[in-house]
Every structure is written in structure tokens, then in C-alpha cells.
């Protein structure tokens, strides 16, 4: 008897792999809007194609992209230095130094906020002064020098004219005047240009500007403000009944797409799910499965989130460093999978390499977390700027009321045909290991051809798979090629 086979599906570990073991990595899930051979598939994350290299002494990383307003210009922010890379040429020049210790440097996600003229910087400093100011226009990095109690400022905003940046160290928001016109604003932060966010007593660890509004982030609670043009003295007004007790864990792990913002979130209760917006409205999107793996690491508090779309999908990409891991939740589909970089040394699924994303010059621009490197995320390429992507999926559990289930065989409908001319992935394979024992292990993994270019009608297909009361599947491929996984069937009885 021939019966079909949920191989296709989202990231989902229960608490014991004895209930759920689906693994989903370095894949994401297709929904077919318009019906098709399944609804739903698997798809192959985007590879990184390299498109610059940053010399900065001493210093690795890349902490913050912005781009001008015009789109023109990419802005780099490193460890201590500020990069101009050009759409034509893509050469990195550098333009000024913020003269930020290394050691306790706090960018935020929205380090670099982009008006017609200037970009800002927040960031630790041991000078006391809380960040700098850059004149794109005049390709210089001028000081803020005026805010001096600014001990620990860590994202800064600009919503109708003003910059605002504030000292996550207590509940203080500071603003410039409103000049966006004047060349120097961004650096005239006047001394009366203050308001205390005093809906309860947690300190504002994070701010950002959704639809010209103003979001203020405590470690317990969230609050939205709204701008008042009749008050030139207190410009930024709280919506009443706006205050919610849904806080931030990690205040990087902050981003925003068009209409949504993401976060990893704390509050009186507890921590580590993770949240979107639905209007004012605090909305979980982590799932058990998220929230429990949240829940066994150890330091959450350095998470960092991003927000790209690509063909039609809205990914939220939450990278915890300590822990080494990548999650992603897809907006369009409402489900999450993993990302990995495939480290050979180690054989393991390590976070990562991009740190930051922006979309710049038509194409997804991402800074590297360890190497002063930029990319382009490529659907169409299928490494890691030439190191290997291994792909796996691990199905739900295959049982029939615990009656013992013989396979006869397992034939995995995806795109075949899809090798290379030469090189690594010329003929092109998958492997299939099988579990028995819930998930906890596998068996050998066993290898079949998917196809030399060309060779679309290639079966892969795998006989005499034994017996089995619970069986969970396991594919993984790493070969450079197109990877679209569509559905699989066993022949049972």
C-alpha cells in the first residue's frame, strides 16, 4: 500500500523528541497560493555572495548597516570606524572614526538613523559622551557632545525632524531640536530636550520609530508615544492605555519590518518569548518548540534580530551568540526554522554568519558577525561564500496505533536534474538515515543520485527499509544545487 508521508513541515522539537523531532534547517516552508502538486514545500535558504571586504585594524565584525535616504550610499558601522561603500564600485571607504571603546561598545539595530543629511550613532563610550554624529555631506564624524548624562545609550530614533536617543541605564529620553534642515542638529542635543518614560519603574532598554512613532522598550513593559506639533517643550506624548506589560530580553533582538516590530521579551513573569505587533497589541509568535529551546540557554540577554524580505517572504532572524544558534520565523507563513553555518571542524550547526541585514542596492546586504565581510543573501547560490550549506529535515513520527509498520520502500518526490556541469554537485546527492527509537538516534545514512543536470525524471527512491512501531525520517543534502523538497510516500504494509 502506498501512503503519503509528512516529510514537509516546520521546525518543531517538543520537550521530548519522543513526541516531536521535525527538524527544518537551512529550509523554509512554501506555501502555494494557488494550489499545485502539494501545498505546501520546502525551499533552500539564500547562500552569501561576498560583495566587500572592510580593513579596520584590530577589530572584526560588522555592528551596523544603514543606507542613505537616498539609497545611494551604504554606511558600515565596525568597531570603531565608520565605512561608505559605493552601489557602482562597491569599494568601502573609510570616513571617520567614532572613537568608541571596542570593549564596551553597545550599537543598537538602529545605530545609524538616516535623515537628508546626517546619520547618528549611539554607543558606549568612556568619555561619557553618548555617541557621534556624521555629516554625510560633508564626509565627516563631528561629536555629540551636549548630552553628557547619557551614561549607557544604546538605540537611537528620528521621527519628525528630531533625533532622539535614550540612556538605557534609567527611564531618560533625549532630543534634539527640530532642524532637519541644519546641518548640526543632530548634534545640538539642548539640556532641557528631555522626558522621562515613568510608566513603571523598569529602565527603557530599547527605543524605535513604527509608522512615526515612538516605541519605548523596558525590561518588564512596552509603551507607545505619538508627536505633538502644539508642544515645542515636550514634542512626545504616551498614548493613553498604550503601557503593556510585555518587556524586552535581549535589547537587540529589537527590529522592524514596513509594519511590525519582533522581539525577545521579558516581563514580572518570566521570559523568552518572542513577540510581534498587531495594532498596539502584543502577539507570541514563538512557538513551544522555540520557547522551550529558549528556555535551556543559559545567556539570552545578547540576542540580536534583523528583518529582511525576500520573494514575497517577511523573515524576523534571531541569532543568540553565547548559545551558537540561529532561529527564523517567516511572517507570510507563520511557521519557524532553523539557520546554520556548517562549521567542518566541528560537524555542527553554528549561528550564522550574518550579524546585520539592510536591503541595499536592489539586493540583501548582511554584515558579518566575526569577519569585516559583506554579503548579498542569493537564492541562487548555493554556499556560504563558497564554504558548504548542509540541509537537513527530520519528519514528524510515522506510526499506526503502535501495530509494527514494514517499509518496503521511501520515494522522495523533489527537483531533480538540478546538478552542475562540473565541480562539487556535478551529481548531485541526498542522504536518508532512520530513526526507530523516537529520534533520539539514527541509523547509517544511506545515498541516492537526485539527478545530473538535466536528468528531471530521476526517482529517488530507497527499497527494503525494514520494520519499524515509530519511525522518524531524516534527509540531508550539501551539495551546491537547487534543493526543493516536495513531498515523500512510503510502499507499506
Not at 516552508?29 to 539564500?46: D, F, H, N, Q, Y
Not at 495594532?279 to 528556555?295: F, V
Not at 517577511?314 to 532553523?338: C, I, K, Q, S
Not at 545530473?452 to 544545487?481: E, F, H, M
Request: aromatic share 12%; proline share 3%.
Amino acid at each position: 500500500m502506498i501512503i503519503p508521508l509528512p516529510i514537509v513541515g516546520p521546525t518543531y522539537v517538543d520537550r521530548s523528541v519522543n513526541v516531536s523531532f521535525q527538524e527544518c534547517i537551512n529550509w523554509y516552508p512554501e506555501v502555494s497560493e494557488m494550489g499545485g502538486k502539494e501545498m505546501i514545500s520546502l525551499v533552500g535558504t539564500p547562500g552569501l555572495d561576498s560583495v566587500s571586504s572592510i580593513t579596520e585594524t584590530g577589530v572584526t565584525g560588522i555592528r551596523g548597516l544603514h543606507k542613505r535616504y537616498d539609497s545611494t550610499f551604504l554606511f558600515v558601522i565596525t568597531g570603531q570606524n565608520v565605512f561608505r561603500v559605493d552601489p557602482i564600485t562597491e569599494v568601502a571607504t573609510d570616513i571617520g572614526n567614532v572613537s568608541v571603546d571596542r570593549t564596551v561598545l553597545a550599537i543598537s539595530r538602529d545605530d545609524g538613523i538616516v535623515n537628508n543629511q546626517q546619520l547618528t550613532i549611539a554607543g558606549n563610550r568612556t568619555d561619557t559622551l553618548p555617541g557621534k554624529a556624521y555629516k554625510i555631506t560633508t564626509s565627516a564624524v563631528t561629536d555629540i557632545t551636549s548630552v553628557v548624562n547619557a551614561t549607557n545609550p544604546t538605540h537611537c530614533a528620528y521621527i519628525n525632524g528630531y533625533f532622539l536617543i535614550n540612556d538605557a541605564s534609567g527611564q531618560t529620553i533625549y532630543f534634539t531640536t527640530q532642524d532637519p534642515s541644519d546641518l548640526s542638529s543632530s548634534a545640538s542635543w539642548p539640556a532641557a530636550n528631555v522626558f522621562s518614560a515613568e510608566g513603571k519603574g523598569d529602565r527603557i532598554s530599547a527605543l524605535i520609530e513604527l509608522n512615526n512613532e515612538l516605541w519605548l522598550f523596558g525590561d518588564d513593559t512596552y509603551s507607545i508615544y505619538y508627536y505633538d506639533s502644539n508642544d515645542s517643550t515636550t514634542p512626545f506624548k504616551r498614548f493613553n492605555g498604550s503601557l503593556r506589560d510585555v518587556g524586552i530580553a535581549a535589547r537587540y533582538s529589537l527590529a522592524k519590518n514596513d509594519t511590525n516590530l519582533f522581539w525577545l521579551s521579558a516581563d514580572s513573569q518570566g521570559r523568552g518569548i518572542v513577540w510581534t505587533n498587531e495594532g498596539y497589541q502584543p502577539r507570541r509568535i514563538s512557538t513551544g518548540s522555540i520557547e522551550n529551546a529558549i528556555d535551556g540557554y543559559t545567556t539570552i540577554s545578547d540576542a540580536k534580530g534583523f528583518t529582511y524580505q525576500d520573494d514575497g517572504h517577511y523573515f524576523y532572524v534571531l541569532t543568540f551568540p553565547t548559545e551558537n544558534a540561529t532561529w527564523v520565523y517567516d511572517m507570510t507563513t507563520g511557521m519557524w526554522h532553523r539557520r546554520g553555518y556548517w562549521n567542518g571542524n566541528t560537524s555542527n550547526q553554528d549561528r550564522i554568519r550574518p550579524n546585520v541585514g539592510i536591503f541595499w542596492n536592489d539586493r540583501i546586504v548582511l554584515g558579518d558577525w566575526d569577519l569585516s565581510q559583506l554579503y548579498y543573501y542569493n537564492l541562487d547560490t548555493y554556499t556560504d561564500n563558497g564554504d558548504v550549506i548542509r540541509r537537513e529535515r527530520s519528519s514528524p513520527h510515522v506510526h499506526k496505533n503502535r501495530e509494527r509498520v514494514f517499509f518496503s520502500s521511501f520515494e522522495l518526490d523533489m527537483e531533480t536534474g538540478v546538478g552542475l556541469q562540473s565541480g562539487q554537485g556535478n551529481d548531485p546527492q541526498i542522504a536518508l538515515s532512520i530513526s526507530d527509537d523516537g529520534g533520539h538516534t539514527f541509523g547509517n545514512e544511506k545515498w541516492k543520485d537526485i539527478g545530473v543536470v538535466g536528468a528531471y525524471k530521476t526517482r529517488v527512491k530507497w527499497n527494503r527499509l525494514g520494520a519499524s512501531r515509530n519511525r522518524v525520517w531524516k534527509l540531508v543534502i550539501t551539495d551546491p544545487v537547487k534543493c526543493i523538497l516536495i513531498g515523500a510516500v512510503a510502499d507499506v504494509e
